[in-house]
């Protein structure tokens, strides 16, 4: 008789990236962009904009540094055939940022993250006309002060599993079932992905998912003390 044999389970990093960084951070941040990055830079007119793109775009440099052993500014970025950035032969890398929140995933496999700050407007009209009408239900039917979360809960599960499957928010992807305790799978058009609810600072949701039905672990991180 052969014995039990349990597949290891997959592991997925979330860092948490401080956006507000003193001078000298910052300045170290964006001193390991590449040209392209550092064009995109430039075309950037508000200083929170900027700020949000150094901080995020040079953390993820410093955490795959990390993990491939190279220097932060000897990441190569490759355009995927939906636009996602990419790193030839290395992990998947998702990024996403919304006020002062910024997270990024990295995993052997395709990853979507997406953080969404809770406005508070959306107590009173939340986005739910391309919602599926159970979702748009359960919205309107949460708390007065609980509307914006629940409606940010669903949200950010839908567009984790679009950024897994390295595309733009596809015209179904507001359409994904999002219903559900987390972890749980959510399925589309003959596709699946395994999405998780992440813990976010106050104000914030969060999830993040892999393309398919395989569960994962997900360990949390900070990037901090760059100076």
Known sequence: MMDDVTAPIDVVEVWTV????????????????????????ARMDD??????????????????????????ADIRWRIGPHGKPEIAGGPRVSLS?????????????????DIE??????????????????EARVVAGAE???????????????????KAS????LPYGVRLPALGAAPLTMRF??????????????????????RGADDFVVRTRTLDNLE
């Not at 793109?53 to 540094?65: E, K, M, N, P």
């Not at 390295?166 to 928010?169: E, L």
């Not at 058009?189 to 892999?210: F, M, N, Q």
Request: with cysteine; aromatic share 6%; glycine share 8%.
């Open 97 to 113: 940022h919304s006020g002062d929140g910024a997270l990024v995933a990295v995993a052997e496999r395709p990853v979507g993250v």
């Open 47 to 72: 200083d929170a904009v900027r700020a949000r793109f150094i901080a995020v775009h040079g953390a993820a440099r410093f955490i795959l540094a990390a993990r491939l052993a190279v220097r932060p």
């Open 189 to 210: 058009g003959g596709e699946c992905w395994r999405v998780h609810d992440l813990s976010a600072a106050p104000g914030y949701g969060a999830a993040v998912a892999v």
């Open 117 to 134: 700050r809770i406005r508070a407007r959306w107590n009173v009209r939340p986005p739910t006309r391309l919602f599926p009408a159970a």
């Open 18 to 41: 401080p956006v507000r960084r003193s001078p000298e951070s910052e300045r170290m941040l964006a001193s390991v962009l590449d040209v392209q990055e550092k064009t995109r830079l």
């Open 144 to 162: 007065p002060g609980r509307r914006a979360a629940t409606f940010v809960r669903l949200h950010v599960r839908k567009e984790a599993c679009v």
């Open 166 to 169: 390295g595309t733009t928010m």
